[in-house]
């Protein structure tokens, strides 16, 4: 080959190389275009829409200085002119407990062990960054409290409940309502003949469960429609009413829609997202649990729960029936509680109440090796976040040992009064008493500014996003609502002083869908929470879509955040059509605020409403 054709051949390739090169750059700039552009990012299972990105899939770009971000939204390409509603069949939504995703993702869960009802997230761009819309014929919930007995059929339009549970009122179709006469599997009769009943089991005076104030928190574990916790209402008990996302589908949702504290959850493998030492009672009628399985670590985790003193309502056939296996399955059951060092104080008939001891003299008597152990001294019993459950006992710390018992003031003054635990998280009564000063102010104070809007009843549902001490739940006390304390991770030790204070909560990571159904709530308090996560790294934007979710129709929201927070989202209310009616204040500054606020208070609207702005 001669020279000339060498360098013919070096041309060619150079040639065919700059080509391959420039459609490479090509591809990388297409790449970056479609996955910052404005709107969600690319996801390769979906189709794409017409600017390269996937219009349901995927995550929003992620800013990190809300400072740096235009005013104008022309100029901001990180705020998207429209948002995309989800299929249809995606009504009822629940990310993180979506069965599909369990089976496209090749996950392989215990079923056996119930894994497969606990928490499995989506990836980032496996999340559904659309609206989530209400199902055909949707109407603004019947308030509280006719909301208990009845609701409509079309926001909840499954009625297999009614049919199955037929024989146990626990719910019946009504032409467009479903009713609920109080009834459950254990309590045929209405849930509050059931409830007496167990109140004269246990000697209380005047047959009231309460206790003179002494029964305050309940958890209710499996517990269909939330009947039992209705109906403990009226006697100032509130009741974290429990049931998985199971074959009884939409009985939590039912609850919720009704007006009744409840939440999804399972006794499963993980821990529940509650402190030690948080509940007076747990009830569980008919729950169909394994209480024996792997060492009784699910009666464990109750044990954990349980204050000092504790009582555990078990209705179950295992408790009366004579047949060799439910007799089995009841001595082994009593054996184990002995061993864990509860007694029976009460039975008749298919009931059986178990008390949890008041201090660790009993744990001290017990030989050494016996089973199930003690937990390590160096185990945290209140951390719970994707924490296994351990099958071995908390003991109780030296000062509970020695007062034999928690020490907390009966309802209602335990609400307003420092309770014991708050030494271990590092705050004084001082402080706590200043808290619920500011937050008694700061209430009154929302309370002024949505007076227009807000009539008696309008608001039943509530979640504060970011509960702290409790004091926003504590203002609203007496107000015919009940709240869903959060308290995000990194503050997970503040919800035992909820819990002491009566109230109720759980933990939950911002960053992550909550485990609750679409239209569940009336109202979200969101303190600090949008500055919180962007200092994670996740999406104010996918936060914005999952409290969009969870909120019901002419829904509120009421955002406190530093002013830059505000003005962000502030972008985005037409977009969520959060534009129903709209208030923006800047608050007196006070002890609790770390910068420079503002208050956002916005209405969700009905999707064929028009903006009311103020």
Not at 359 to 386: E, F, I, V
Request: aromatic fraction near 10%; hydrophobic fraction near 35%.
């Amino acid at each position: 080959m001669n020279y000339k054709s060498e360098l013919n051949l070096a041309t060619k390739k150079l040639k065919y190389f700059l080509i391959g090169f420039t459609v490479f750059l090509g591809l990388v700039c297409l790449y970056y275009v479609s996955s910052f552009a404005p709107g969600l990012h690319r996801s390769d299972d979906e189709a794409t829409g017409v600017d390269g990105t996937d219009p349901v899939l995927g995550g929003f770009v992620h800013h990190r200085d809300f400072h740096d971000l235009p005013q104008n939204q022309e100029l901001n390409p990180e705020v998207p002119k429209s948002l995309p509603i989800c299929d249809s069949r995606l009504s009822e939504l629940i990310p993180c407990l979506d069965r599909n995703l369990i089976y496209q993702l090749k996950m392989k869960p215990n079923l056996t062990l119930m894994e497969h009802y606990e928490r499995h997230c989506p990836p980032q761009d496996r999340r559904y960054n659309c609206l989530v819309p209400p199902p055909i014929g949707y109407k603004i919930p019947i308030r509280w409290p006719a909301s208990r007995d009845e609701v409509w059929k079309s926001n909840i339009p499954h009625t297999h409940l009614a049919q199955e549970k037929s024989d146990q009122n626990w719910m019946v179709v009504n032409g467009e309502k479903i009713n609920f006469p109080g009834g459950g599997t254990h309590f045929h009769d209405g849930a509050d003949k059931y409830i007496i009943a167990l109140a004269r089991m246990l000697k209380f005076p005047a047959d009231k469960l309460h206790n003179n104030g002494t029964i305050r928190s309940v958890l209710d574990v499996g517990c269909g429609v939330a009947s039992f916790g209705a109906y403990l209402l009226p006697l100032d008990i509130i009741a974290m009413s429990l049931a998985p996302n199971d074959v009884h589908e939409n009985q939590i949702q039912f609850a919720l829609e009704r007006g009744i504290p409840s939440t999804l959850g399972v006794l499963a493998t993980k821990r529940l997202p509650y402190p030690s030492r948080s509940f007076e009672l747990a009830h569980c009628s008919r729950c169909r649990i394994d209480w024996l399985q792997r060492d009784g670590i699910l009666l464990l985790e109750l044990d954990r729960l349980l204050r000092p003193g504790g009582y555990f309502v078990y209705s179950s056939p295992e408790a009366y029936a004579h047949d060799p296996e439910n007799r089995r399955i009841w001595n082994s059951m009593h054996d184990l509680l002995g061993r864990m060092c509860w007694r029976v104080v009460a039975k008749k008939d298919q009931t059986v109440i178990w008390a949890k001891p008041l201090s660790n003299s009993c744990y001290l008597k017990r030989d050494s090796g016996a089973q199930p152990p003690m937990c390590s001294p160096s185990g945290d019993p209140d951390a719970t976040w994707n924490v296994l459950m351990k099958a071995c006992i908390s003991p109780y710390s030296a000062r509970i040992h020695r007062q034999r018992g928690s020490r907390l003031l009966p309802w209602p003054q335990r609400l307003t009064s420092p309770p014991p635990r708050l030494e271990e998280i590092g705050v004084t009564p001082e402080e706590f008493q200043e808290d619920t000063s500011i937050w008694h102010f700061r209430v009154n104070e929302y309370r002024k500014q949505m007076k227009s809007v807000v009539q008696k009843y309008t608001i039943r549902n509530v979640m504060d996003m970011n509960s702290n001490l409790g004091g926003f739940a504590a203002a609203l006390n007496g107000k015919d609502v009940w709240v869903m304390n959060v308290a995000p991770v990194h503050a997970s030790s503040r919800l035992k002083i909820i819990y002491d204070r009566g109230l109720i909560g759980t933990v939950h990571d911002w960053c992550e869908a909550f485990s609750t159904y679409p239209r569940t709530y009336d109202l979200l308090h969101a303190w600090a929470v949008f500055s919180e996560i962007d200092q994670h790294g996740c999406g104010v934007e996918d936060l914005l879509i999952e409290m969009d979710r969870i909120l019901r129709p002419r829904g509120f929201v009421i955002i406190r955040d530093k002013t830059s927070v505000i003005n962000y989202v502030r972008k985005f209310l037409t977009v969520l059509r959060w534009d129903g009616w709209l208030s923006e204040v800047e608050p007196r500054i006070d002890a609790l605020s770390s910068t420079e606020e503002k208050v956002l208070i916005a209405r969700k609207k009905l999707w064929d409403e028009h903006p009311q702005a103020m």
